[in-house]
């Protein structure tokens, strides 16, 4: 695939600081930001920072990854819910496989996620490591 | 509305075909349907496809299959809904003919995965690219978080989803259009390599060309023409969040849930008057969980309902007898169409060795990326 620079920076409000939108209405918190609230459809929203501490709902470990991914495998990806609600689905990692387990706390941190096209283009964004 | 009927269907061999580029599976396909319903025209036509520009380099091929089907200037039009796109396309040809505008239309898929690009890749592109595929989740990986979540609520275990695989692979030993013709054992499924924890190989669909088509006519027309008609007594859709991340509940694919209480309503029918139906496996847990939404089980006990025989051959509600896509294939855009074949071939009595007795009423489900699209489809045989 070749690469386009832009379409990864406007991503990096979300991806490096963990930027959502705030529902000025209902305050639902959207993530990645939205134009319309998914809860209630109101269109004003302000910037947060979510939550860097959540708990792991599921999760799986990749065998057989596309070929951007292909020297990590295996690697664990997980749906985690920020202790605001917000649910992402991030990576796993600095923990051995089998000690992964629904419930588990976990946290938020930055790292190199993929290098992307020929040109190699690093790509950071969030990852989550386990807390207990 | 008029009502419509399929008056034919076709499909090649579904598997590898190396010899067959993405136009002549398309072109056997279609005339094979043609040819299957006794028409001596198409009034226009819908092709469902998921990614022919990723896989074959190949975009605007409603033009492309048009002109080597030989019907030119008929409109003709792609429709994508990743792995819901045939039956899409289906329901743009029953709106088309319903509505009274056009006759005779065709609805066909058709996918050629096989020619060498990263199909890991692409299929991915069906889930949220930026914040889901980014992370490295691949499509394997989110029916596994689906998957473990089941396992985790209701006990659902690695043995009840290999019990789908098993089943499948028997039905599809019987249909000659087949990938995979061979019986399959627990063990096969449970010892084979791990693709995304905790589905095995086995648990998944594998990757496939093919193609398929079918003719909608409407109900009036069907007497005068060759093929033996099967009436389309309800065609419903719906959509859910592009992200499996966004649900609230990551046990249940409430786009089925959604799709199947509008069907049954436009029908007028109750899941347990459905004889027999064709539902989306692309991996085993995903017909445990079609299994919930449709009503042939209760939430949770899905798993339980796979290992029981319910849906077997023999079984009080047979599903997947064409083998699904587990053992059938999976060819993305052709899914949809291909269903809808063996439920036709059925309702006619045409199915040989994998024949549901007496099966009178069908219903088709079919859905694309982890649920963010879902069609169920209502057949009656005549």
């Known amino acids: 695939m070749k690469s386009i620079v832009p379409r990864y920076t406007r991503e990096i409000p979300q991806r490096a600081r963990l930027e959502g939108a705030k529902c000025l209405k209902c305050g639902h918190i959207e993530f990645p930001p939205r134009l319309v609230c998914s809860k209630c459809r109101h269109r004003e929203f302000e910037t947060i920072s979510l939550q860097k501490t959540g708990t792991l709902l599921t999760y799986t470990i990749i065998y057989t990854p596309a070929e951007t991914f292909s020297m990590q495998s295996p690697f664990a990806v997980g749906i985690v819910e920020l202790d605001d609600g917000v649910r992402l689905t991030t990576q796993i990692v600095d923990v051995p496989l089998d000690e992964l387990k629904i419930g588990k706390r976990v946290e938020m941190i930055f790292r190199l996620v993929q290098k992307e096209g020929h040109a190699g283009i690093l790509e950071y964004g969030y990852k989550a490591v386990l807390t207990n | ?156 275990t690695g043995e009840q989803l290999a019990a789908v695989a098993v089943k499948n692979h028997a039905n599809g030993y019987r249909n000659p259009n087949a990938q995979f013709r061979m019986k399959i054992t627990k063990e096969t499924v449970l010892n084979s390599t791990m693709v995304a924890d905790p589905l095995h190989l086995f648990d998944c669909s594998p990757v496939t ?119 059938k294939g999976h060819p993305v855009g052709a899914t949809g169409i291909a269903q809808i074949a063996e439920i036709v071939a059925q309702l006619r009595g045409e199915a040989g060795e994998r024949q549901v007795k007496n099966a009178r009423i069908g219903l088709t489900q079919n859905m694309g990326g982890s649920g963010g699209s879902c069609t169920v489809h209502i057949l009656e045989a005549m």
């Not at chain 2, 269907?9 to 590898?16: C, Q």
């Not at chain 2, 029916?143 to 985790?152: E, G, L, Q, V």
């Not at chain 2, 496996?281 to 006990?301: H, M, N, Q, R």
């Open chain 2, 209 to 327: 060309d093919g193609g398929a088509a079918a003719i909608v006519v409407p109900l009036e027309m069907a007497d005068k023409l060759k093929g033996q008609p099967v009436k389309i007594i309800a065609t419903a859709q719906a959509s859910d969040t592009i992200a499996l991340h966004s649900r609230s509940d990551l046990t249940t694919v409430s786009s089925i849930g959604k799709a199947a209480e509008k069907a049954y309503k436009m029908a007028g029918l109750t899941p347990d008057k459905i004889d027999l139906a064709e539902v989306h496996d692309c991996f085993t847990i995903a017909e445990i969980c079609a299994y919930e939404e449709l009503g042939f089980a209760e939430k949770g006990k899905g798993g339980a309902a796979a290992e029981s025989g319910l849906t077997a051959l023999d079984g009080k509600i047979p599903v997947n007898t064409s083998g699904g896509l587990k053992s």
């Open chain 2, 1 to 156: 509305m008029r009502e419509v009927a399929i008056i034919g269907v076709g499909m090649t061999r579904f598997g590898e075909l190396w010899n067959q580029s993405l136009r002549d599976i398309f072109t056997e396909a279609a005339l094979k349907a043609i040819d299957d319903a006794g028409v001596d025209h198409i009034d226009s036509m819908y092709i469902g496809s998921m990614s022919p520009g990723l896989y074959v380099g190949q975009e605007h091929i409603g033009s492309m299959l048009a002109d080597y089907l030989g019907v030119t200037p008929v409109p003709a039009s792609r429709v994508e809904s990743a792995c819901a796109s045939g039956s899409v396309a289906l329901r743009q040809a029953i709106f088309e003919v319903a509505s009274g505008y056009s006759d005779i239309v065709l609805a066909g898929g058709v996918e050629k995965m096989n020619d060498g690009e990263d199909t890991t890749y692409i299929l991915a592109t069906a889930a949220d690219q930026e914040y889901e595929a980014y992370f490295g989740v691949t499509f394997p990986g989110l029916y596994a978080m689906i998957a473990r979540a089941h396992m985790h609520r209701y006990g659902t």
